[in-house]
């Protein structure tokens, strides 16, 4: 197949132009390329359905990455509540993870058998009936199993909702599609811990939860009325025994093991931030809930800039080739975190400065490696994204106790080290991975160990 093709021309059918509003701006002129570098194209028509379809999916992402985000600078006044210690705090997010990672080996599997659609709705009606639970847990032990509970609803993003858009556009427009939504679900890390900081200074942190699962409820609205089936229902259904074996088939894939463990490295710096953070500025740094929130803005921002920049200029190269443009960013980033670690009157600065690149250099690579990962393997695509999203969730969980180990043992300048150590290396495994991704989709799976 051939690695680029030719950007869609997007039409939007609706009989007022009134109804297509900002989703005619998101989409028609943030995916369109500038005039000057335009070529032909095949004219595809993208209903007005379609668009809504990937919309309501980033309300439940949101709602899902809020679950985490609004609930973090909450906890702290959760285990104060509880009369615990604040060694809980991390954990919280860790379980979470935890959680979305231990049903993607049924999900997947289930979505290919008996559609995308019918999965994805039982799992966002599922998560919304987990945070209303919550709210009658009895000691923290019980809120830590419910929040386990909760991040069950993580496994249904990427699991089925990431894949019905892989498989609902074509490569280049599911890639710029996929890097839209993570932009508008950054909305959750930019504001969820302003807002959590805000919420618990004027009403109790239940409150958090409703807000969580109201927003989730718009989104199982859209979802359930423009959500389409993406798989053929009507082929015969294979018998269970079969499902193993496309597993083994998966986890041989020796290409598609490698992205898997490599990719997600790009994204624990940011979950560690997300999951730590509030103890050491707040509790260690003597910030205000508010000088909490605030501190997030320039990392996020950073992420947000780096989704628009992929969205808007991924035409211009081969896909693929903004994992390349990484490297330097991901390389000072992790200079100026082990800086910060190094000397303690520039930990603050290196922190958030090296923390604000990886995070741009994730907007401009996620998008990409988990399209990579994910048709590395020519199995079913549920099974595919099932084992991608168990082995990068269990890394991720067990990620953040690591780090959360680290600092509580030998403090804030060994976790900035490690961190840009974590980023050094993802930096030194991106040439030799990027020439297999890239070579593998150009002449296919069949042969993806070359």
Known sequence: MSLIKEPFILVVKSPRRSQIGIIRVIFQVVLSMPSSSRKPADKRIITLSMLLFPLAMVLFELSAYIGNDMVQPAMLTITAEYGVDDAWVASSMSLYILGGACLTWLIGPLSDRYGRRPVMLWGVLYFIA??????????????????????MGLCFIAAVG?????EAFEELTAIRVMALMANISMIAPLLGPLAGAALISVVSWHWGFVIIASLAGIGLIGLFLHMP????????????????????GVLKNSLFMQLTLYF??????????IGLSPVFLI?????????YGLSQLPIFISLIIGNLVLARYAPRFPVGQSVYFSIP????????????????????????GGLALSAFAQGITFAVLYRFTLMASDQPKGVVAAVMSLIMMLMQAVGIELFKLVYV??????????????????????????????????????NPAV
């Open 229 to 248: 089936e993406t798989v053929n229902l009507a082929l015969p259904k294979q018998p269970a025994a079969q499902i193993w074996r496309q597993y083994k």
């Open 329 to 352: 960013i991901m390389i000072a980033g992790g200079a100026l975190l082990i800086l910060g670690g190094v000397f303690p009157s520039f930990e603050y600065a290196g922190l958030v």
């Open 162 to 166: 990431y894949v019905s858009i892989q």
């Open 409 to 446: 043992h030998w403090g804030l300048a060994a976790l900035c080290i490690m961190n840009g150590l974590l980023m050094l290396t993802f930096a030194a495994l991106t040439p030799p991975l990027m020439r297999k991704a890239m070579r593998v989709a150009t002449t296919g799976p069949a």
């Open 283 to 291: 509790k260690d740094m003597g910030m205000t809930n508010m000088g």
């Open 130 to 151: 987990t945070n209303f639970l919550i709210l009658l847990a009895p000691t923290i032990e019980w809120f830590m199993f419910l929040r386990f509970l909760q991040g």
């Open 264 to 273: 997600p490295l790009i994204v624990l710096p940011m979950l560690v931030w």
